[in-house]
Structures are given as C-alpha cells and as structure tokens.
C-alpha cells in the first residue's frame, strides 16, 4: 500500500513540475547589438583589398585590387576624406599597421601581378613615404597585420609561383619593431597555412581566424599572446563559414561579419554580424547589415565601427560606406 502511495505522490509531483514548465512563458531572444546606418562614398573608385588602419583619431585607407597608390585620411568628426602622397609603388592586397604615429604597408601586388616583401612608412606629420626593411618571408599578399604593444604583426597570405603553377600558402608569424627596423619571427599560426584572414588587436592581445585552414572558408578563432608568444584556440565563429570578413574592435568587443563564403555568381550573400567578448570567450548575434561585401575595408573611431569598400558580386566595386554603434 505504502508503495502505491509513493508511486501516486511522484506520479503527481511530475505532473504538476510539467505543466509548471508548460505554462512558464518562453525565455525572450535576446535583441541583436547595435545598429548600422549609411555613410557617404569614399572619394575615388570603388576598390577592394585595400589596407587601412587608424591613427590618432582618423583613419588612413589607400591601395586595391587594380594595384592604385593613392591614400587617403578620413575624419569622422566631420565626415570628410583628403588626399595623401601617393605610395611609391602601387599594390593590391597588402597589409598594414600603424606604430608610433606612423603608417606601415607591407607586401601585396603589383600591377602586372608582381608579389612584393617590401616595407613603407609613411609620416603623416610629414606626408612623405620611406622605404624600411624589406619582409624576411618572402614575397606575400593577401597576409594579416596589425599593431599590438608598440610593434607591427605580419603573416599567413600567398606567393604566386608563375603561370600554371600552384600557389604557396603560408602560416608563419613575425614582429617588427620601428625602433631597430628589424623583423624576428615568431609562433607560426596553428590555423594555417591561411590566406585572408580576419583578426585585430584588443587591450594586450591579439585575436585572429576565420578563413581557413587552406585556401577554404572558416569559423576558427585565435588569441596570440605576444608576452609568451602563445596562440590560444578560443570558441569558433558561430556564423558560416567564409572569409574576407569585416573586423573591428569596439568598448570590450571585437565585431566580425560580411565576407563570402565563396566566389562567384550564386554564393549567397553573408550580411550577419557577431560580438566577440574575449572576457567570457563567448559570442553574440550583433546587428545584420543591409548591404553585402566582402574584402572590403574595416576600422573603429571613437564609438563607432566602420566598413566599406570592398566587392558585391553583382555590383562589382563598391565605394560606399556604413558604420555601426551599440544601442
């Protein structure tokens, strides 16, 4: 009898525990970050694979994929872009960081599909461009860069090998330093060999992946850490895989999207963006953009997140620009 009781009494304990979950109200989908609105057009042609990195309140873009020269300085305070000094050698997919109030362009390729290793500075205060310490990988494009405690980062990208022969890809990891003018080789990126990759510099680290490994779209994420020269595999990319994504880092946060997963008519259109905490190692869906691109060009001032350029695969060329803001 005792028994029956205790099989009654949790028979009805499970019941009533269901239909107390069967009438608690759905927990909300938690509201996407931020905002994006239009900008104005950049004042040249539209172009893709061009470098920008950003310096004292304003960002420098210059460079594309038909191998220009021209730079440019944008000021978001007044919304306005103004012509620099031409880089001497005009490129497309190089790369670029800035150190100590100066601008550096790395590698790339030249008209007529030449591969560079060579390395410029370029002085705003001055504008005028200086020839510094050639790359020691090796001829390269479609590589990383960015700033991190006071020195540049440079690796991953391609070599061309000639016609008819295969590219090389590549995975390794170097630091320059301004003040000697010299390279020294670091940790090679375990995500690699890779080529387009996504990444950017937050507080005392850097953060690097997306594309590949190889020459395929990727979710992977990475943290290098430069005081142990140490890379750190982190939680993947939550959206599909692809590459020539935008990124920028914003408050606590690194922001990543657009990009394709692939070229050609018929790829569909990558307009979701997601926020990277790296306090937490976790990600959030951040607002979506109307307007697709990819290998376009992505910056943060102030309390904003800019990306333009870049290349539609219906549109061709784009010149235009968004930004974005936390709500």
């Not at 391609?158 to 590219?167: E, S, Y």
């Not at 935008?246 to 979701?272: H, S």
């Not at 607002?287 to 697709?292: F, G, H, R, V, Y």
């Amino acid at each position: 009898m005792k028994q029956g009781k205790f099989l009654l009494t949790g028979i009805l304990m499970l019941l009533l525990t269901s239909a107390c979950k069967d009438s608690m109200p759905p927990e909300p989908t938690p509201v996407p970050l931020g905002a994006w609105e239009s900008l104005g057009n950049f004042p040249a042609e539209g172009r893709y694979t061009s470098v920008v990195v950003t310096l004292n309140g304003k960002a420098y873009i210059g460079t594309g994929d038909q191998s220009q020269q021209d730079f440019y300085r944008y000021d978001p305070a007044s919304d306005t872009w103004q012509q620099l000094a031409n880089i001497p050698i005009g490129r497309s997919a190089a790369s670029a960081f800035a150190i100590n109030d100066k601008v550096y362009v790395v590698g790339g390729r030249a008209v007529g599909g030449a591969n560079l290793k060579d390395l410029w500075e370029y002085d705003p205060a001055l504008n005028s461009w200086t020839q510094k310490a050639d790359f020691p990988g090796g001829l390269r494009y479609d590589g990383i860069a960015l700033a991190l405690n006071g020195k540049g980062y440079f690796g991953t990208g391609w070599k061309d090998n000639g016609v008819g022969a295969l590219q090389s890809q590549f995975k390794d990891w170097w630091t320059y330093d301004p003040l000697s003018d010299q390279w020294q080789r670091r940790a090679d990126f375990p995500g690699g060999p890779a080529s387009l990759l996504s990444g950017t510099a937050l507080l005392d680290k850097a953060y690097v992946g997306i594309s590949g490994p190889g020459p395929n779209p990727g979710q992977h994420w990475w943290q290098y850490d430069p005081v142990g020269d140490k890379w750190t595999k982190r939680h993947n990319y939550p959206g599909v895989a692809r590459y020539g994504c935008g990124v920028f880092a914003l408050g606590d946060n690194i922001y990543v999207g657009g990009g394709t997963t692939g070229l050609g008519a018929g790829q569909a259109p990558l307009l979701d963006w997601w926020a990277y905490n790296p306090a937490t190692d976790q990600w959030r869906e951040a607002a979506a953009q109307a307007d697709q691109r990819m290998l376009g060009a992505a910056f943060s001032l102030g309390d904003w997140g800019y990306w333009g350029l870049g290349f539609h695969d219906f549109q061709g060329r784009l010149a235009s620009f968004s930004r974005f803001k936390v709500e």
